[in-house]
């Protein structure tokens, strides 16, 4: 499905003197320039492929998802590189390559060490029903690789949906985003660029750096983030299941979580992006912050809501139910589907055309 960032930013100025009032999500979605719904692939197609990985990112684009989300971080040597974990040893070889260093953050490595782990293995043993032979040896991407495989495809090129991930590890992260962006020819659309993080002092500035650009702050329940009622984090609790544990917490109260609304428009943010929880548990399900009543208050306040991180079809079916504008999803093709727009071929299909 063709993608018209230029009929989308001509949409948005057409639109941005009616949008100042409204509260139809629809309406907000377009004055920004941003699909609605929106599949946003989260670390790309990261059921089918490694995340944050080559594979993953081409088959998301080539599934036709809206955006292709990412994790930024910096390397020792100045690179934005794409990785989720604060720590290497999940995704890759780190510690048979580096033993000394498995426990190193990010930061502490420069490009070139990056570049010799191998990023997809992991993958193939955790997940053995889908693993391929040829994603032994991925590689660790920059910034500048994941722009490029956005732009490959003419028929679809989907926008890129970037979260500052630990800024307080790299002071400036937020003007370096802007100066690579904009020497790469991104901020020139509207919507095509949306800008995340949970962290309130990068959210502002990121506003400072690029305020026409759309950001969203994460929600979460925790100590640090929206007060729990619970009083109590995971590590706190003694619990040993994490799904359980959240699937059972909440805002302390209704006033905390319009407060983190309140302090979302304060720090120029146009929309949330809170957690859900998954109707089977499981690895990525978390506190349940998208109940109509919080997606009304949200949109009452001109806020997009872009909940993560969903992957089943009941799932999908409940979070449009309760009204949220756009889903964060590891298997876009699930969700292209679910909302009528089935891509030409399916997963399997294109990771054989691109050789895997």
């Known amino acids: 499905?063709?993608?018209?960032?230029?009929?989308?930013?001509?949409?948005?100025?057409?639109?941005?003197?009616?949008?100042?009032?409204?509260?139809?999500?629809?309406t907000l979605a377009k004055a920004q320039g941003i699909p609605h719904p929106a599949?946003?692939?989260?670390?790309g197609a990261s059921f089918d492929a490694p995340e944050s990985t080559k594979p993953a990112y081409v088959l998301a684009r080539d599934l036709g998802a809206d955006y292709l989300e990412l994790d930024l971080q910096r390397t020792r040597d100045n690179v934005l590189v794409v990785v989720h974990d604060d720590v290497l040893a999940r995704t890759s070889d780190v510690?048979?390559?580096?033993?000394?260093?498995?426990?190193?953050?990010?930061?502490?490595?420069?490009?070139?060490?990056?570049?010799?782990l191998d990023a997809g293995t992991w993958f193939n043993q955790a997940y053995p029903q889908r693993a391929r032979e040829a994603f032994r040896g991925l590689k660790i991407l920059t910034l500048d690789e994941v722009i490029d495989i956005a732009e490959a495809n003419p028929a679809h090129k989907p926008g890129l949906y970037i979260e500052t991930k630990v800024p307080n590890q790299f002071p400036g992260i937020e003007q370096q985003l802007k100066q690579k962006l904009e020497a790469r020819g991104w901020l020139d659309q509207p919507g095509?660029?949306?800008?995340?993080?949970?962290?309130?002092?990068?959210?502002?500035?990121?506003h400072q750096h690029m305020p026409k650009v759309p950001k969203i702050l994460l929600l979460w329940v925790g100590k640090g983030a929206i007060e729990p009622a619970s009083g109590k984090n995971f590590a706190d609790s003694g619990e040993p299941d994490k799904a359980a544990f959240y699937a059972r917490q909440e805002p302390k109260s209704e006033a905390e979580f319009l407060r983190w609304l309140d302090l979302a428009v304060k720090g120029g943010a146009i929309g949330t992006g809170p957690s859900a929880t998954r109707a089977q548990l499981g690895e990525q399900s978390y506190a349940d912050l998208i109940k109509p009543w919080m997606n009304k208050a949200s949109h009452e306040r001109g806020l997009l809501v872009h909940v993560y991180t969903l992957d089943e079809q009941v799932d999908f079916d409940k979070a449009m139910k309760a009204g949220v504008d756009g889903i964060f999803t590891n298997r876009a093709g699930e969700l292209m589907r679910f909302y009528g727009r089935s891509p030409e071929k399916d997963e399997g299909q294109l990771l054989k055309t691109m050789g895997y």
């Open 1 to 26: 499905m063709l993608r018209s960032f230029k009929h989308m930013a001509s949409l948005a100025m057409l639109m941005l003197p009616l949008a100042a009032n409204a509260t139809d999500a629809q």
């Open 39 to 43: 599949v946003i692939a989260h670390r």
């Open 95 to 116: 510690a048979a390559r580096f033993p000394e260093r498995k426990a190193s953050p990010v930061s502490a490595f420069t490009l070139e060490e990056l570049k010799s």
């Open 192 to 206: 095509r660029v949306i800008l995340q993080t949970f962290d309130r002092n990068s959210l502002a500035l990121l």
